[in-house]
């Protein structure tokens, strides 16, 4: 790997940062983070912020490095937020010494981070939730006319700069499908019906023991449901479950995505540190 030119915190091209030197004194001694704990960063990454809250289509600038001021509370206490979580062993045990910022240009907060780092470790990141999809996501976030545009309305998406906008459109197409499936056949089941029979379904295909809670409740889907209604509903709500395999497969795909972008900006870090800590 070539290395990047060395910057000094004078440079103008640079805000105010760590001087260089005094931040490679402060890791020479860390170890390196593990594949395991590499991995393990980067999904608490995805999830450590309710990142739908933001611009999903727009995306923000993370910055990945070694923070040496991370490290155990002595007082031993159970970490209550993030800043807790960070100076607790769990978080040592778990991700080593990794640790990230994240926000626009403008704001980004990374005044300890050096300015070699600011740019080696920077990549532009469009992060989900892992239980949530991206249409969801979207119409949280109150975002009208990007919905719109996206469900096919013929509106012009102004400013979006997402790499992977034809496939967030095709998530928008499945979802499209599922919701309109289930439209159609609310006007001929009633929702408890048809939350009757997913469950009834979900229950054989469990193929276990059942609990006498579950048995319970299993009779009394019964009750609200015959077996030839059952029947008839069976395909139906297969085909909503697929529509709605579907759409997550793809909403996956983004995931791993940015995941996978992540861990590559991650080892390309990784490789810097312990290129200079070979420098005599």
Not at 15 to 42: G, H
Not at 47 to 66: C, E, M, P, T, V
Request: include cysteine; hydrophobic fraction near 40%; proline fraction near 5%.
């Amino acid at each position: 790997m070539s290395l990047p030119p060395i910057f000094s915190s004078a440079d103008p091209i640079y805000r105010t940062v760590r001087p260089l030197d005094d931040y490679l004194a402060q890791i020479a001694s860390l170890p390196m983070p593990s594949d395991e704990q590499i991995d393990q960063f980067c999904y608490y990454v995805m999830r450590d912020h309710s990142w739908y809250k933001g611009s999903i289509l727009r995306g923000k600038n993370f910055i990945f490095f070694l923070n040496p001021e991370l490290g155990p509370d002595t007082n031993g206490n159970i970490p209550l937020n993030r800043q807790d979580f960070l100076r607790s062993a769990g978080y040592l045990q778990m991700f080593g010494y990794l640790d990230y910022r994240f926000g626009l240009d403008s704001n980004m907060d990374a005044d300890n981070i050096p300015a070699i780092l600011q740019e080696l470790g920077k990549v532009r990141c469009y992060p989900y939730l892992s239980n949530q999809s991206v249409a969801h996501n979207l119409i949280w976030h109150r975002n009208e006319d990007v919905v719109e545009a996206l469900q096919g309305s013929g509106k012009e998406i102004e400013d979006v700069s997402h790499p992977d906008i034809d496939l967030i459109r095709q998530l928008f197409a499945r979802r499209a499908a599922w919701k309109s499936i289930l439209d159609d056949e609310s006007r001929a089941w009633t929702r408890e019906k048809w939350h009757a029979a997913e469950m009834l379904i979900y229950y054989e295909r469990k193929n276990q023991p059942l609990d006498e809670y579950t048995c319970d409740k299993i009779a009394g889907y019964k009750v609200l449901l015959n077996e030839d209604e059952l029947a008839n509903l069976r395909p139906r709500i297969q085909r909503v479950t697929v529509a709605k395999a579907e759409e997550r497969l793809a909403y996956d795909m983004l995931n791993g995505q940015e995941e996978a972008k992540i861990k590559a900006t991650i080892n390309k870090m990784l490789v810097w540190v312990a290129e200079m800590r070979l420098r005599p």
